[in-house]
């Protein structure tokens, strides 16, 4: 059997071998939690208040060659479609290497034959962190993976339809995401940079100095978040260089933006990032993916605009049309995500080497995540178009 990465209850990753219950020993930790629990026709039923729910069971498990050994599933059987349909049934993956003891909830799909539920090491380590874990994943679908000695809270709350609630930093930015238009035309993004002060307000490269700028003013209006995290205009703490302070948890993150065309995703010079997380543990990247449209389609009108100001404002001697071909004359908004790079996952990071400055110096090696490898970094994902 391969070797593959498997999680402890300290909140570890180590390479090993799956460990797989038998379908008798999935029945047996199923009852120590659900003592009146049946087994009717390949599945489990259990009871709440004279209602009967629907439990589809299967092992989470390596999803198989030539897959990372980052990525595990559970296998869907075919005739299970028809109770995957109804309101009161869960498909439900478990997991457990030595005395770990993790289980999954999947959206209740239809699947057709040979079908699996995916999940990745990241997933199971963040539940073990911090105990119930949610997210949806890049088909829309739900994910909620918890602990086992959260199942009881995991399904009071599916039993009275309430909503699993993520941590207080991932919930800023799920509110923060609510408020943000979802266009941001240049000229229109720049007049309220200016006007507000913003100190990178004259940047060419305005969408991601435009999104700082839409975050500082949201954490502006919402103080409530000001013990959880803040925006840092003066980057340089510590020699470390990142948009966002977690204060509440003692850790960094950077907002990016990034085009749906790219095959990566940038991010910081090697050695702030390989500081922030032998100092931290981690890093989030806040991510704003979006669509472009070229100011050099639509007669260089942000351009003209951006060196005029410029010229007027800050005494420079730019042509009119300068910057052009670089320019983005607007942005569509079509999702968010947030990735954690950790000690365990760091990885899968590869580098990036920048072209040399215009002196011909070499600039700092930045690090790259490739989208093919984004399913083991992401912990929040929502669609914003």
């Known amino acids: 059997m391969k070797k593959v990465e498997q999680i402890t209850k300290k909140g570890s990753v180590v390479i090993s071998e799956d460990l797989i219950f038998s379908k008798k020993e999935i029945t047996t930790v199923l009852s120590n939690f659900f003592p009146s629990i049946k087994e009717i026709n390949n599945h489990y039923v259990i009871s709440n208040n004279g209602t009967d729910y629907h439990l589809l069971v299967k092992n989470i498990s390596y999803l198989g060659h030539p897959h990372p050994i980052y990525k595990k599933r559970i296998q869907v059987p075919k005739n299970w479609s028809n109770f995957l349909k109804k309101d009161n049934s869960f498909l439900m993956g478990v997991y457990h290497f030595e005395d770990n003891l993790i289980f999954a909830l999947f959206d209740k799909k239809q699947r057709g034959k040979n079908s699996s539920a995916h999940i990745s090491t990241i997933d199971i380590l963040k539940a073990v962190e911090l105990g119930i874990f949610y997210k949806t994943d890049k088909s829309n679908n739900k994910l909620i993976v918890f602990r086992s000695d959260k199942l009881n809270d995991i399904f009071k709350s599916l039993y009275g339809n309430k909503q699993i609630k993520n941590s207080d930093e991932i919930e800023v930015f799920n509110r923060f995401t609510e408020v943000l238009d979802k266009k941001w035309d240049g000229i229109g993004s720049y007049k309220e940079m200016i006007s507000s ?189």
């Open 197 to 385: 002060n913003f100190s990178q307000a004259f940047q060419p490269e305005w969408p991601g100095f435009y999104f700082e700028y839409k975050f500082e003013s949201f954490m502006k209006l919402n103080t409530q978040y000001s013990n959880i995290c803040k925006y840092i205009r003066n980057k340089k703490i510590d020699d470390l260089d990142f948009d966002v302070e977690f204060i509440k948890n003692n850790f960094f993150g950077d907002l990016k933006t990034h085009s749906v065309k790219s095959d990566s995703i940038l991010g910081n010079d090697k050695k702030s990032f390989e500081k922030v997380i032998e100092v931290h543990g981690k890093l989030w990247y806040l991510v704003l993916e979006l669509k472009t449209r070229k100011d050099s389609d639509f007669n260089c009108v942000v351009s003209k605009f951006w060196n005029n100001e410029l010229n007027t404002k800050k005494g420079k001697k730019k042509d009119s049309g300068s910057y052009c071909g670089r320019m983005k004359y607007d942005v569509s908004l079509l999702q968010f995500y947030i990735l954690e790079i950790n000690q365990f996952n760091k990885k899968y990071i590869l580098d990036f080497n920048q072209p040399k400055n215009s002196n011909g110096q070499p600039r700092e090696l930045k690090i790259q995540i490739k989208k093919k490898d984004i399913d083991n970094f992401v912990i929040f994902r929502k669609e914003l178009s």
